[in-house]
């Protein structure tokens, strides 16, 4: 436990603020414990004492704060939280309008809040999400065409070319595991952590970033989607594409501390939560693990991180050829 501040306790939370660290605040006159932003705070200048977990403050005798409710998910987690769902789960995927509606947000705040958190809008979201369907059943599907329908495309023509920009190559290429294509791939080291970027001269076909495996698993994840292409280890074609990812949205942005894999549960798993934003201990209830409160309360306070696709026309460049090499399968 921490030290008692004797001190005015608000400017240290103003200069704290943006680390990003979590810590809770009692106010000794009231026998609350809060978020260090509750106005209830900074109105009782001194007796306020720091813990670092709510289970400390609770063990001291203190009860949440019903103002800033320290063990509660907050409003703008729960509504970006359920927005991300919504996008993820529905076909066609919801627009703006709607999705602000069910968050009961204003469109351009909802658009603005969406963007901060996640580094990109609904609809580019929507963009990538509808490239991973069309993927996902065209390795299924015997005919392209169809695919592009059950991936939410309506209009064949146009999508047909759009969809070899979102994959990198042709439909038909990409179904059949890269055949007679070559990928450009290299790692790099992102605010989100080590990802593998892989690119033909038409665009990313894959973008992979790491929960804590090696570089070899990631490149063993680039062949099982790419069984038969051809690959060559190419940093400086790829630089382009790097920089691209390396945008400010990410940068100087906190990490979950919980691992990504169990950090987008805790994401997925909230935003199916209906009714009011739920307490911690709820969610860790529903995510199986009833004793993870803490844990759950760190992952909601940094939104899961979505990467960018970047688009070669964006970048208006292309990656340079190099010597191609297979790798061993
Ligand atoms: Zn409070």
């Given at each position: 436990m921490a030290s008692f501040s004797q001190s005015r306790p608000a400017q240290g939370i103003q200069a704290r603020r943006g680390q990003e660290e979590r810590f809770y605040l009692g106010v000794q006159s009231t026998g609350h414990v809060c978020r260090p932003t509750c106005p209830a705070v900074k109105r009782s200048a001194h007796r306020v004492q720091r813990y670092n977990t709510l289970e400390e403050a609770r063990s001291a005798g203190l009860w949440p704060c019903g103002r800033c409710t320290p063990d509660r998910v907050t409003r703008p987690q729960f509504a970006l939280a359920q927005a991300k769902v919504m996008l993820d789960d529905q076909t066609p995927t919801p627009d703006l309008k709607s999705l602000a509606r069910a968050v009961d947000m204003d469109r351009s705040h909802f658009q603005r809040v969406f963007r901060a958190a996640f580094g990109l809008s609904p609809k580019q979201y929507a963009l990538q999400l509808r490239a991973a369907r069309f993927k996902a059943v065209l390795r299924a599907s015997p005919s392209v065409t169809l695919a592009m329908y059950e991936a939410?495309?309506?209009?064949p023509r146009t999508l047909y070319d759009r969809a070899t920009d979102q994959l990198g190559m042709k439909p038909l290429e990409y179904r059949d595991g890269g055949a007679g294509v070559t990928l450009s791939y290299a790692f790099a080291n992102l605010p989100g952590g080590r990802v593998l970027v892989a690119a033909t001269e038409r665009g990313v076909c894959a973008l992979y970033l790491s929960d804590g495996q090696q570089d070899e698993d990631l490149l063993a994840r680039l062949r099982d989607e790419f069984p038969r292409a051809w690959f060559m280890a190419n940093e400086r074609a790829l630089s382009v594409y790097v920089a691209a990812l390396r945008r400010p949205a990410l940068e100087g942005r906190p990490l979950p501390q919980v691992g990504l894999a169990f950090h987008e549960r805790v994401w997925a798993v909230l935003g199916r939560f209906s009714g009011t934003a739920p307490t911690y201990a709820e969610l860790a209830r529903r995510l199986g693990l009833p004793s993870a409160e803490e844990a759950v309360a760190a992952a909601c306070e940094v939104p899961p991180i979505i990467l960018l696709w970047p688009r070669m026309a964006e970048q208006g460049r292309k990656p340079d050829t190099g010597t191609v090499m297979r790798l061993a399968a």
């Open positions: 939410g495309h309506n209009t």
